[in-house]
C-alpha cells in the first residue's frame, strides 16, 4: 500500500542513514526504520520516494500539517528581516504575539518560552513564587498536586513527579515539593490539598498515557477543589490544545477555566519550537526583571510564527475541522474494536487504540503501519496514538483507518 514516487538517485539509502543515526546519535528514542526528508500537508516522503500518511502529526507540533503555506510565508518573510534580538531589546513582533495569543486564549498575560518543557517548568516556578507572594506559603514549603501517569516534559524536576519509571531511573536525586495522586480521583486530590499547596498541574486529556480522557465533571470538580482551596489550577494544553480536541483548549469542552496554560508544540506550527505559558495577571504578574528569562524565548522568529498559528485559529476553522472530523474518526475507529482492537478511546482528531490480548505488539503494528503508507507510533507497550493533521481529508483519514485495519485484522 506503500505509494512510491521516483526514487532519488542522488540520494544515501535510507540504511546509510539509520546507520549513522546509530552511530553517531545518543540513542534516547526508538524511531521505526522510516528515513523522511520531504513533507507536504498530510503526507511525508522519504528518501527513497515513498509517501506516507503522517498520522502523528509530530504529536500535535503539526496539527495545520507539514509546511503550511501561511506559516511558511510567516517564517520566510521574518528570516529576511530579523530572527533573533535577545530580551535585551525590544522587537516589532513581541508585543503583538503577546496581545493576539493573550485574547485568542482568554487570558491576561503571556510569557514565552521554547520548548513544552520550558514551559511547564515555568509555570511550576510562577506557582510557587505567586504561593510566596500572594498566598503566604512559608518559603521553601510550597508544594503542587500532580495526577499520576503524567507526561509534563523530561526535565529533572518534571521527572521527578512522573510515575514511568523509565523516565525516572537513574535520573535521581530528585526535586521535592510535588505531590502524586490518582489520575481522575477528584476525592483523592481534595485530600492531597495543603495549607501550602500551590497549585494542581493536570493534562486535561493525557496523551503519553494513551489519550486518557477523565469525564467533564471530575474537571469540574478539580476546579472547585482549587477554588475552595485557594489554589492555582494549571492546564497543561501542549498536546491537547490549539484545536486539536475540536475546541481551542480541551478544558473548554468540561466549560472549565484554569488560572495558568501551557502551550506549546503546534503554538510553532511545525517550523520551529514555540511555547508560551499563559494566563492571568494575577500569576504571571509576580515576576520581576532577572528573575526569569531565556536567550531564544519570544524571538522575533518564534513571534512571527506564533503570530501566524494564532491567525489560523482566530476563524474556528481548525477548531471545525477537528470536531467534524474527529466524529468520523472515532465511528470508524469504533468499528476496529473486536476487530483487533480492544478499546478507543479519546476527542477530536486524537485518539488511543488499544491493541486486544494476544494481537500484535504496539512496535509491531506501527512497523507494519508503516509498511503499508501509515506513519504512527506506540505507547506504552500495546496503545497506537493517533494524531493526524487538521487539515487532513476525509478521504485520507479514511485510507489511515483502512489501513489500521487490515494491520490489526491480521
Request: aromatic residues 6%; hydrophobic residues 40%.
Amino acid at each position: 500500500m506503500t505509494m512510491t514516487a521516483e526514487p532519488r538517485s542522488n540520494m544515501h539509502p535510507a540504511s546509510d542513514f539509520v546507520q549513522l543515526d546509530e552511530q553517531w546519535s545518543a540513542h534516547n528514542y526508538h524511531p521505526l526504520p522510516v528515513v523522511l526528508s520531504h513533507g507536504e500537508g498530510a503526507w511525508v516522503t522519504d528518501v527513497a520516494g515513498n509517501r506516507y500518511l503522517d498520522f502523528l502529526a509530530g504529536y500535535s507540533a503539526l496539527n495545520f500539517g507539514h509546511r503550511h503555506p501561511a506559516l511558511v510565508a510567516a517564517a520566510t518573510e521574518q528570516l529576511n528581516r530579523i530572527t533573533l534580538t535577545s530580551r535585551a531589546f525590544h522587537h516589532d513582533q513581541f508585543g503583538p504575539f503577546c496581545q493576539e495569543l493573550a485574547e485568542l486564549t482568554g487570558t491576561e498575560m503571556v510569557l514565552p518560552m521554547n520548548s513544552g518543557a520550558e514551559a511547564v517548568e515555568s509555570a511550576i516556578k510562577l506557582a510557587r513564587k505567586w504561593a510566596y507572594r500572594v498566598k503566604g506559603v512559608p518559603d521553601g514549603a510550597a508544594e503542587i498536586v500532580v495526577a499520576g501517569e503524567n507526561f509534563h516534559g523530561r526535565t529533572t524536576t518534571i521527572v521527578s513527579f512522573s510515575t514511568d519509571e523509565s523516565a525516572r531511573a537513574d535520573f535521581g536525586p530528585f526535586t521535592p515539593g510535588f505531590r502524586v495522586v490518582e489520575h481522575g480521583n477528584a476525592e483523592a486530590l481534595r485530600q492531597a490539598i495543603t495549607p501550602n499547596t500551590a497549585a494542581v498541574l493536570l493534562e486535561p486529556i493525557q496523551g503519553e498515557a494513551g489519550v486518557l480522557v477523565p469525564t467533564d465533571e471530575y474537571l469540574r470538580t478539580v476546579r472547585e477543589i482549587c477554588d475552595q482551596a485557594g489554589v492555582l489550577l494549571i492546564a497543561d494544553e501542549i498536546q491537547s490544545g490549539l484545536a486539536r480536541t475540536g475546541e481551542l483548549l480541551a478544558l473548554d469542552h468540561a466549560g472549565v477555566r484554569a488560572d495558568v496554560y501551557t502551550l506549546g508544540k503546534a503554538l510553532g506550527g511545525g517550523i520551529l519550537p514555540v511555547s508560551a505559558v499563559v494566563g492571568s495577571r494575577a500569576v504571571l504578574g509576580v515576576l520581576r526583571p532577572g528573575e526569569h528569562g531565556s536567550t531564544f524565548g519570544g524571538n522575533p522568529l518564534a513571534c512571527a510564527v506564533g503570530r501566524a498559528v494564532v491567525r489560523l485559529l482566530s476563524t474556528g476553522e481548525f477548531q471545525q475541522r477537528s470536531a467534524r472530523l474527529g466524529a468520523r474518526l472515532h465511528e470508524r475507529l469504533g468499528e476496529l474494536v473486536g476487530n483487533g482492537a480492544s478499546e478507543v478511546r479519546g476527542r477530536g482528531l486524537w485518539a488511543g487504540v488499544d491493541i486486544a490480548p494476544g494481537g500484535l505488539t504496539g512496535r509491531a503494528a506501527s512497523e507494519r503501519l508503516a509498511e503499508n503508507g501509515v506513519l504512527c507510533k506506540e505507547t506504552h507497550g500495546s496503545t497506537l496514538r493517533l494524531a493526524p493533521p487538521l487539515m487532513i481529508s476525509e478521504a485520507d483519514l479514511d485510507r489511515g483507518v483502512d489501513a489500521l485495519g487490515e494491520v490489526l485484522a491480521r
